[in-house]
């Protein structure tokens, strides 16, 4: 199933977010561009250094006018004593939405059933609400968040200019292409 341009469904829960319980839901991710961050669970390993990673670059995300949502199946009380507890989450300044139920977690296709947990999915979602970025790991291989910082600029390029595209390695900067036929085989 191919999840690029297809839109987020429906969901409300419950985020810990600036030291208070935040309700959000798929309409909040509509407007702006998004970036709904799964990871297996608190207080875990591999998990708080992804989650301090794009802590350490939301400023860049925030200029760029996206908004970041992390999510697990944990609650936002978990995520409220996490926070509390441990100096990597202690950066985190993005929601932190809590999805005990797992509805947001299946609704993404991230859902490992048999642990109730969700594997390493990051979404990027257009204004629209429509998934333009989809990447999903192994549990025991970490993201960096300049990649995804790169891609998120890359698909904002491409969205706000019609007819180009950005090559493999493309740098904010970097020159793009502009398929035709005069390219058709000279790549």
């Known amino acids: ?32 561009w998004s970036i709904v961050f799964f990871y297996p669970a608190d207080f875990t390993f591999v998990c708080p250094t992804e989650l301090g990673d794009v802590a350490d670059l939301y400023p860049e995300f925030q200029k760029l006018g996206v908004e970041v949502y992390s999510v697990s199946t944990d609650t936002h009380f978990t995520h409220k004593a996490w926070h509390d507890t441990s100096d990597t989450i202690k950066k985190i300044n993005y929601p932190m939405i809590g999805d005990p139920t797992g509805t947001i977690t299946r609704n993404f296709g991230v859902m490992i059933e048999e642990a109730g947990l969700a ?18 790991n192994a549990g025991g291989v970490g993201r960096d968040a300049s990649e995804l910082l790169r891609k998120v600029k890359a698909a904002q390029y491409v969205a706000s200019h019609p007819g180009e595209v950005c090559p493999a390695k493309w740098n904010e900067g970097d020159a793009t292409l502009a398929p035709s036929l005069d390219l058709v085989g000279k790549i």
């Open 1 to 32: 199933m191919s999840y690029i341009n297809s839109s987020v469904k429906p969901f409300n829960a419950t985020a810990f977010h600036n030291g208070k319980f935040v309700p959000v839901s798929d309409a909040d991710l509509k407007g702006k």
């Open 119 to 136: 594997d390493r999915g990051t979404f990027v979602l257009d204004p629209e609400g429509k998934i333009q970025i989809v990447e999903i």
